[in-house]
């Protein structure tokens, strides 16, 4: 952070945190969970292959909802390619939008204000921070911290923000320490939630709908059960990363 006075990172306007979608929930579900199958979930099976994590993500145009850029795991080459950050620093490499017709392509890039950022697993803190200083607002992920720890068998995201960010204040007990939550997901620079929160906000639709999305999220989750199968095998085996939380 550049000064106390000043807490927006210092390139650009203030972002402001977008208080709920601005696309209808279900469109913006189902665009994520089809491009998360179709897209991300390919790369992701490479990725593990060779030695990295499952984390994955895209930058989506908000006006259409057109993928600009999809990205996976490369902690073979760095600790901190994360899905995440790979995908923003492969966005950053492409050419700023100039005519309506390159607006919404893949293959370049809009300001990070009209995009809509997702993440398949919850942003860890380091991905946190890569999205509010590159400005995305509004992300969304498939995955929560807990199923990481609990699916995935990777600790981190959780362990490094109670050991590394959460101070106790005064009054603080070990309980209620622990009741706190990691980070603020509302907050003036994003809004963060999962996919089955976007869902509880589809007020248009029916109870009966609603838990036909709710399958459809639980079978684009099981997608990633043999993925972590490879990854975790990988790492038995002793496969070659650069990565140090494994
Ligand atoms: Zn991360």
Not at 1 to 12: D, E, I, R
Not at 185 to 204: H, I
Request: glycine fraction near 6%; charge should be negative.
């Amino acid at each position: 952070m550049a000064s106390t006075t000043s807490p927006a990172p210092s390139s650009g306007a203030t972002p402001t945190a977008a208080p709920s979608t601005t696309k209808d929930p279900i469109t913006l579900l189902s665009t994520i969970l089809r491009l998360t199958e179709e897209r991300i979930i390919p790369l992701t099976s490479a990725g593990v292959s060779s030695g990295s994590k499952v984390f994955g993500a895209a930058i989506l145009s908000r006006s259409s909802l057109r993928p600009l850029s999809v990205s996976t795991n490369n902690e073979r080459e760095s600790p901190l390619l994360h899905g995440e950050i790979n995908c923003i620093q492969q966005y950053f490499t492409l050419p700023l939008a100039a005519t309506p017709e390159e607006t919404d392509q893949e293959g370049y890039r809009i300001p990070t204000k009209d995009t809509i950022f997702f993440a398949t697993h919850e942003p860890c803190s380091l991905c946190l921070s890569g999205i509010t200083w590159a400005g995305f607002n509004e992300f969304y992920y498939l995955f929560t911290y807990e199923d990481s720890r609990d699916l995935f068998a990777i600790p981190y995201d959780i362990e490094i923000l109670e050991e590394v960010f959460r101070v106790k204040a005064p009054g603080d007990d070990e309980k209620t320490l622990r009741e706190r939550p990691l980070y603020n997901r509302r907050n003036k620079f994003f809004t963060g939630r999962s996919l089955l929160e976007l869902l509880d906000e589809a007020t248009e639709v029916g109870e009966e709908e609603k838990e036909k999305w709710r399958k459809e999220i639980k079978r684009v989750k099981e997608l990633y059960d043999g993925l972590s199968k490879t990854y975790q095998e990988g790492k038995t085996k002793g496969v070659e990363s650069a990565s140090v939380w494994k």
